[in-house]
């Protein structure tokens, strides 16, 4: 994937350094000279980015293998909550539970929960961190519903997807977000347009929480999928029916 990735980014600078050089050079602009020189900088530009888009993706991936991997460091397993930032209606998760460990034992058992999300989602995690277990978590349960290639987008220069999936021969980019608020619109423009950048069928959106008003707004008009928190319950219901039928016939 982070090659597939590097291909598509180098082909998209050099159309577009392409398209600008021959404009360029049908509006007289530049000579046929220049325009060569023009195009072999964007040829060199193409190669930087690609390799770029290649090492952040393979970054990600890295990133993701030790949240999953490595355990939690005793001095983490402290209180790292806010009780007094819990949504309205969230249910009440233990204040001594480190996310990362939670996370990492409840895809490892199988045994998913709202609960552990809302522990992710209320720690004081880094921000990133925090998202890219959301995201771990979301691949987890996306497949028993039928996704299947569930891969990875770069940390940065993701343009707006988290999770590139497929289903029945369909092309997916989820974008996940793990608040303690209501996800706004800008999370839904950004959907829109990794749906573009990754040339998917359906872009969605999925988080813990709610939606605006705004945001619902946006995604009527763009066709952009919004998956609530009711919605992400219903993955986590399938997914531990699933997980328990397997476990019951091997």
Known sequence: MSVLIGILVF??????GGITGEILRTSFILSQEAVQYYSGVWFLIAIVLSISS????????????????????????????HGSQKPEGTPEPSLQMN??????????????????IDI???????KGKKGILFEIYCRAILRYRGFSNLDATPVTGDHGGDIVAWKAKRKYVFQCKCFQKNVGVDAVREANIARTMYAAGDAVVITNQHFTTSAKEE?????VLLWDRSELQKLIDLANECAKNAKADP
């Open 54 to 81: 290649i090492r952040r993706h393979e970054s990600k991936k890295n990133t993701e293998k030790e949240l999953v991997e490595r355990p939690a460091k005793k001095e983490d397993n402290r209180e790292i909550l």
């Open 11 to 16: 082909f998209a600078v050099i159309i577009v």
């Open 219 to 223: 995604a009527e008009a763009t066709g």
């Open 99 to 116: 996310p990362q460990t939670v996370i990492q034992e409840s895809i490892k058992n199988q045994q998913y929960s709202m609960d552990a």
């Open 120 to 126: 992710l989602s209320q720690s004081t995690l880094e």
